[in-house]
C-alpha cells in the first residue's frame, strides 16, 4: 500500500479526490471496534480514544470503493496518522508500559507527499514473491533491501498489516500479532534460506546497474555477498555507520519489564554494494 501510494500514484491524478476523501474522513463519528479492543484494551499501542477513530476511518474507508491509487493515499494517510500517536519504541514487537507523551495527542490525519508523474511513466507497484518476480524485471538500475536476520516486517509491524488488510484476525502473545505471523515465513527470514533466494533474485534480474543494502548484523557476510554479486559486475562496497535499532539503546528486560542486561556495542554497519557491468567511479557517479 505504501508503494501504491508514493509510488503508483501520480500527485497531478490523484491529489485533490484525495483531499476530498480525508475531508470526509475527517467528519466521522468515533466508534470503537475489533481495532480498539486488540490494540487499545488487550495490548496498549495506542490510546482508546484514539483507536475509535482509527476504527471508525477504516470503516468508512472500507465503505467508499475506492479506486486503488485513492484508497492507498487514504490508508497511507491513517497508517502514518496513527504511527505519529503510538506508544511503542518503534516497531510492534511491544508497547511501552506507560503512555508515551505522543500517543496522548489527538490522531490528525495528514495528506501524503504524493510524487508528481515521471515522464516515462506510469510506475507500477507490485507485491510478490521477489524470487518470482525477478525474471520478469528488465530496468537501467535495480535496487535491494532484502531482510537481514529472522525478524520479518510482518512480525515488526503487524498492526500496519491488519489496519491495511482490515481482515481483523486472530492475534496472540502480549504484543497480541496476528496469527499468520507463525506461518507467512520467508526464505529471506532465514539463514539457511536467503542465501539461495537472494541468488536467485540476482541471478534473474535484466539490469547493468545493481545496488543491494545489508547489514554487518546480518545472516550473510560482507565477502559472501561480495561473492555472490561479482558475476554480475564489478563491486564496489560502501560502510555507513549508524547507531543499532532503538531496542538496543533501551536495553533488554524481561517480561516483567526489568533490566537484565547490556547491550554489547550501539552502532552496526549498513554496507550499500554497488555492481556494474562497466567500471564506474562512484565519487564521479556522486
Partial sequence: VLATAYVQADRERWLDRAEAVLAELRTVTPEAGWFTKTFCEDARYFTPENGAVIDAMRDRIAAMGLEPELEAIALVSLMEAADRVDSTAGLQMAYMKSW????????????????????DGPCRATHRDAVELAPEVEA?????????????YLGNYHCWESLVLWDKPETYGIANKRIDVKT????????????????????????????VSFNDEGYLGRDQLVEMLSGRGEVQVIEIARPRYVGARIGI?????????????????????????????LADAA
Avoid: T, W
Fill in 140 to 152: 537501467e538500475l535495480v535496487y535491494l533491501d532484502p531482510p537481514y536476520n529472522q525478524h520479518s
Fill in 253 to 281: 528486560h524481561n517480561p516483567r519489564g526489568e533490566k537484565v542486561g547490556a547491550v554489547g556495542r550501539l552502532r552496526n554497519v549498513e554496507y550499500l554494494f554497488v555492481v556494474s557491468e562497466r567500471p564506474v567511479s
Fill in 184 to 211: 507467512r515465513k520467508s526464505a529471506f527470514n532465514s539463514k539457511p534460506g536467503i542465501a539461495p533466494a537472494l541468488q536467485a533474485v540476482i541471478e534473474g534480474l535484466k539490469a547493468p546497474n545493481l545496488i
Fill in 100 to 119: 508515551a507523551a505522543r500517543a496522548l495527542k489527538p490522531l490528525e490525519l495528514r495528506m501524503p507527499d504524493i510524487l508528481p508523474g515521471v515522464a
